[in-house]
């Protein structure tokens, strides 16, 4: 019995081992997932094929910096200009230097915390989805509700509500439109702008902050690299992930 726990615990060890040769392909994943999210959120925030000046085009969109003050209809953030700023240019360099794998972990920071102050300023009262369940029986507000979560219940019930005005918005197309035309590239839905895709943004900058570009496909492994076999003999190395 002894020997074949150790047999199978060889067989785990190596494995794993073998696997870890793949380790760069999450990192990797990440990083084309983001960067074409992060690239085109900063890009309609810039005035990038405006008909302005020169400069002007390097600076934010006026409609969003006044979106970013805005108290009543807008974030009322302070300094909407500055932080405008900020979140465009942190999203659209951001992306690229995703995209190539450069300065991995430092841009990340900056990029996870747009997506937090985006998750709790534009979409924190929306709650958690960003597209309303419209089944209760399938929302995963469900597995909340099993454990007591507080607000479970009442998503469940939103989920019942949406599911009733879907069904409504469908029998009124069906009788006064071109179904077939009007869902060809997809269903309805009730559109709820929670926190979802921004937290999932910040957990996934999270990952590149703690782990890395990865190997092999990114700039930072190979400047790491050319970095090391310059180090002289004997002169310790700081190793970066």
Same mark, same amino acid.
């Given at each position: 019995?002894?020997?074949?726990? !150790? ?9 794993? *081992? ?7 392909? @999450?990192? #990797? #994943?990440?990083?084309? =997932? ?5 690239? @085109?959120?900063? #890009? ?11 400069? *002007? ?6 409609? &969003?910096? %006044? ?16 932080? !405008?700023?900020? !979140? ?7 992306? /690229?230097?995703? #995209? ?8 990340? &920071? ?8 985006? *998750?709790? +300023?534009?979409? /924190?009262?929306?709650? /958690?989805? %960003? ?58 839905? @009730? ?6 895709? !921004?937290? +999932?943004?910040? &957990? ?10 990865? $190997?092999?496909?990114?700039?930072? =492994? ?5 970095? $090391?076999?310059?180090?002289? *003999?004997?002169?310790?190395?700081? @190793?970066?992930?």
């Amino acid at each position: 019995m002894n020997m074949f726990v !150790a047999k199978l615990s060889d067989l785990y060890s190596q494995s794993f *081992a073998q696997l870890k040769r793949l380790d760069f392909i @999450v990192p #990797l #994943l990440l990083r084309l =997932y983001l960067a074409p999210i992060f690239i @085109v959120a900063g #890009l309609t925030k810039l005035q990038f094929g405006a008909d302005v000046g020169f400069f *002007a085009q390097f600076a934010p969109d006026p409609n &969003i910096v %006044a979106w970013f003050g805005n108290p009543d209809w807008g974030l009322g953030l302070p300094m909407p200009s500055v932080l !405008a700023f900020l !979140a465009a240019w942190s999203e659209f360099l951001g992306g /690229w230097l995703l #995209l190539f794998g450069l300065g991995t972990r430092i841009i990340s &920071i900056p990029l996870a915390f747009t997506m937090l102050i985006a *998750a709790t +300023t534009a979409h /924190w009262d929306n709650g /958690w989805f %960003a597209i309303a369940p419209s089944d209760p029986d399938t929302s995963s507000a469900r597995v909340l509700d099993w454990a007591g979560i507080p607000g479970a219940q009442e998503s469940l019930e939103n989920s019942e509500a949406v599911g009733s005005r879907l069904s409504k918005m469908r029998s009124i197309l069906r009788e006064n439109g071109n179904t077939d035309w009007l869902f060809e590239k997809g269903s309805i839905v @009730v559109l709820n702008n929670g926190i979802e895709f !921004a937290a +999932t943004y910040f &957990i996934m900058c999270l990952a590149l902050l703690f782990y890395g570009a990865g $190997r092999f496909v990114s700039v930072d =492994y190979w400047l790491r690299m050319n970095s $090391r076999r310059k180090t002289p *003999a004997g002169v310790p190395q700081v @190793v970066a992930a």
